[in-house]
């Protein structure tokens, strides 16, 4: 029986993490797909107002001090809020899913670059984003951050941030991290330019056929006059 449901949809980044959890403490979990615009009686009554979750005290993904513990949630919330806004005003208007404006998307590849950034500084000193082994913040944040491995971050990128993207490798190809996501990949070169996506084509719509011709019957032929009967005297 599931421990209980994870309400999520495909590609959803921040799902991941919680798989990865899940699966490391042997827990099962049923997905239900969900489209948060739209959410069912029974979404709004599995996700009521905040509540503070419990937490295992004897998990090594919550770092070994309460200040371990700190710098995970800041580390988790910088992704968050920092991160993930910026990625998805980057990528969803390039592949259809939010309306396109270059100078919208350039303005959000530029934030992205520069909370990248800070990660790409605080990680050529450190390995990991807490610590000296692997925790959920980097669980959390690999998932966010693979959005621009995905589309973006060719190989050219990856030699101006090496720092992000040996931390990116090392962490996706942590088993409790690279059992629940897919496999692991780099591109060449970008995926995604900043360029409008392709309309869908619609399918032609049939030229309507021409209304048939009504054709009166046919009446028969009149017969000629008769001539005019002579007179009698």
Same mark, same amino acid.
């Given at each position: 029986?599931?421990?209980?449901?994870?309400?999520?949809?495909?590609?959803?980044?921040?799902?991941?993490?919680?798989?990865?959890?899940?699966?490391?403490?042997?827990?099962?979990?049923?997905?239900?797909?969900?489209?948060?615009?739209?959410?069912?009686?029974?979404?709004?009554?599995?996700?009521?107002?905040?509540?503070?979750?419990?937490?295992?005290?004897?998990?090594?993904?919550?770092?070994?001090?309460?200040?371990?513990?700190?710098?995970?949630?800041?580390?988790?919330?910088?992704?968050?809020?920092?991160?993930?806004?910026?990625?998805?005003?980057?990528?969803?208007?390039?592949?259809?899913?939010?309306?396109?404006?270059?100078?919208?998307?350039?303005?959000?590849?530029?934030?992205?670059?520069?909370?990248?950034?800070?990660?790409?500084?605080?990680?050529?000193?450190?390995?990991?984003?807490?610590?000296?082994?692997?925790?959920?913040?980097?669980?959390?944040?690999?998932?966010?951050?693979?959005?621009?491995?995905?589309?973006?971050?060719?190989?050219?990128?990856?030699?101006?941030?090496?720092?992000?993207?040996?931390?990116?490798?090392?962490?996706?190809? *942590? &088993?409790?991290?690279? @059992?629940?996501? /897919?496999?692991?990949? %780099? $591109?060449?070169?970008?995926?995604?330019?900043?360029?409008? =996506?392709?309309?869908?084509? *619609? &399918?032609?719509?049939? @030229?309507?056929? /021409?209304?048939?011709? %009504? $054709?009166?019957?046919?009446?028969?032929?009149?017969?000629? =006059?008769?001539?005019?009967?002579?007179?009698?005297?």
């Amino acid at each position: 029986m599931a421990f209980g449901k994870l309400y999520t949809y495909a590609g959803n980044s921040r799902s991941t993490a919680i798989r990865a959890v899940a699966k490391a403490n042997s827990v099962d979990l049923q997905e239900v797909e969900v489209d948060t615009t739209k959410p069912t009686e029974e979404f709004l009554k599995a996700n009521p107002p905040p509540q503070v979750a419990s937490q295992n005290e004897k998990t090594t993904l919550l770092g070994k001090t309460k200040q371990d513990y700190a710098s995970i949630l800041r580390w988790m919330s910088f992704f968050n809020s920092e991160v993930l806004p910026k990625f998805g005003g980057w990528f969803r208007p390039l592949v259809g899913k939010d309306p396109y404006n270059k100078k919208s998307v350039e303005e959000s590849e530029k934030a992205a670059i520069r909370a990248i950034s800070v990660v790409e500084t605080h990680l050529r000193d450190n390995t990991y984003l807490v610590g000296e082994r692997i925790t959920l913040a980097d669980i959390f944040a690999v998932g966010i951050i693979s959005r621009g491995f995905e589309y973006f971050f060719g190989k050219e990128w990856r030699q101006q941030y090496p720092n992000v993207s040996r931390w990116y490798s090392t962490v996706y190809n *942590q &088993p409790i991290y690279s @059992a629940v996501a /897919p496999e692991f990949s %780099l $591109l060449d070169t970008p995926k995604l330019t900043n360029v409008a =996506p392709k309309k869908p084509e *619609q &399918p032609k719509k049939e @030229a309507p056929k /021409p209304a048939p011709l %009504l $054709l009166s019957p046919r009446l028969p032929p009149r017969s000629p =006059p008769r001539p005019p009967s002579p007179s009698t005297p």
